[in-house]
């Protein structure tokens, strides 16, 4: 089993699908390391030799990745809502930050849609 970064790759797949499990690597960036490390691509998880590993994870320390990255994301996010910025207000409100509608859709941020009462028709 590969463990790269305390995140367990799945073992049956591709090593450059394999290391997108791991927090801000993507296919992009799985290639990258699998060219700088000398691995190939195409080889699954499985059948990697402990010296190939040992190379992935001198590739993957090279990166802000897994808590280091969380972290650094959480202080951004913090720092909009300490200075008050069009982002930092949309994050404290809990509404989508980057522009997009919210009239329709937006649940995802929003949660679920609240109950309005109806007012009772005034009959004549």
């Known amino acids: 089993m590969a463990r790269i970064k305390n995140i367990e790759l799945p073992s049956q797949k591709h090593i450059c699908i394999g290391l997108t ?3 801000g690597i993507g296919r992009s960036l799985a290639n990258t390391i699998c060219d700088d490390a000398g691995v190939e691509r195409t080889k ?3 059948d ?3 010296e190939e590993i040992a190379k992935l994870r ?3 320390d090279k990166y802000v990745v897994e808590g280091d990255l969380r972290r650094e994301v959480q202080l951004n996010i913090k720092e909009k809502m300490e200075i008050n910025s069009y982002q930092g ?3 404290k409100k ?5 522009g997009q509608r919210t ?3 937006a649940r995802t941020r929003k949660g679920r849609g609240k109950v309005v009462a109806n ?3 005034v009959g004549k």
Do not use: D, F, M, W
């Not at 809990?94 to 980057?98: E, I, N, Y």
């Open 21 to 23: 499990a791991i927090y």
């Open 44 to 46: 699954k998880v499985r």
């Open 48 to 50: 990697l030799s402990e």
């Open 58 to 60: 001198q590739e993957v």
């Open 89 to 91: 207000t949309r994050h």
């Open 94 to 98: 809990g509404l989508p930050v980057r």
């Open 103 to 105: 009239s329709r859709n």
């Open 119 to 121: 007012k009772k028709k």
